[in-house]
T-cell receptor
């Protein structure tokens, strides 16, 4: 059974720092992996989608990597801003189009 | 472009009362539709998904039910709410595994 873990559960860093959020999964037979952002009390916004054949995806200041063999993905945020404060969730997609979710990392960027 | 609407945004209901949360999608046909529940500090739990009108798959046994009376309408219901039904409920539609979410409903059962 696939399990997805995100560590740390919460992270607070000063504005301007580069940071890395981690996501690990137990079964390397994934279809893809997605990173989402959730603002407090709101729905989720898809940030990046990495297909199983890909190593990384980039969007602006965000870069997501995928290493299936080690069961890991990272979300790199460059030059963090207070507006980046949110909860970041990763989800692993299987071949049945179902998503298995991590519990999220709550990120606070201090001005 | 596609949009998803979910309402209400917040809801306070007494124990034992019925529930109806509605979700509609615009700009796409025959979407896969999903209801998730999110507990504080935890990931999303898939409650129901639907691949077409009248087709509902339940992921976990519970006090809730779902219906899809129209192609782009997905309803989450309960006949009698329990305290444990409190949580944040999210509707979503998908294109493959790419999910698009509504703004969520904060349900508090008192």
């Amino acid at each position: 059974k696939q399990e997805v873990t995100q560590i740390p559960a919460a992270l607070s860093v000063p504005e301007g720092e580069n940071l890395v959020l981690n996501c690990s999964f137990t079964d390397s037979a994934i279809y893809n992996l997605q990173w989402f952002r959730q603002d407090p009390g709101k729905g989720l916004t898809s940030l990046l989608l990495i297909q199983s054949s890909q190593r990384e995806q980039t969007s602006g200041r965000l870069n997501a990597s995928l290493d299936k063999s080690s069961g890991r993905s990272t979300l790199y945020i460059a030059a963090s801003q207070p507006g980046d404060s949110a909860t970041y969730l990763c989800a692993v997609g299987d071949s049945n189009y179902q998503l298995i979710w991590g519990a999220g990392t709550k990120l606070i960027i201090k001005p | 472009s596609q949009t998803i609407h979910q309402w209400p945004a917040t809801l306070v209901q007494p124990v034992g009362s019925p529930l109806s949360l509605e979700c509609t999608v615009e700009g796409t046909s025959n979407p896969n539709l999903y209801w998730y529940r999110q507990a504080a500090g935890r990931g999303l739990q898939l409650l129901f998904y639907s691949v077409g009108i009248g087709q509902i798959s339940s992921e976990v046994p519970q006090n809730l039910s779902a219906s899809r009376p129209q192609d782009r309408q997905f309803i989450l219901s309960s006949k009698k709410l329990l305290l444990s039904d409190s949580g944040f409920y999210l509707c979503a539609w998908s294109l493959g595994t790419l999910r698009f979410f509504g703004q969520g409903t904060r349900l508090t059962v008192v």
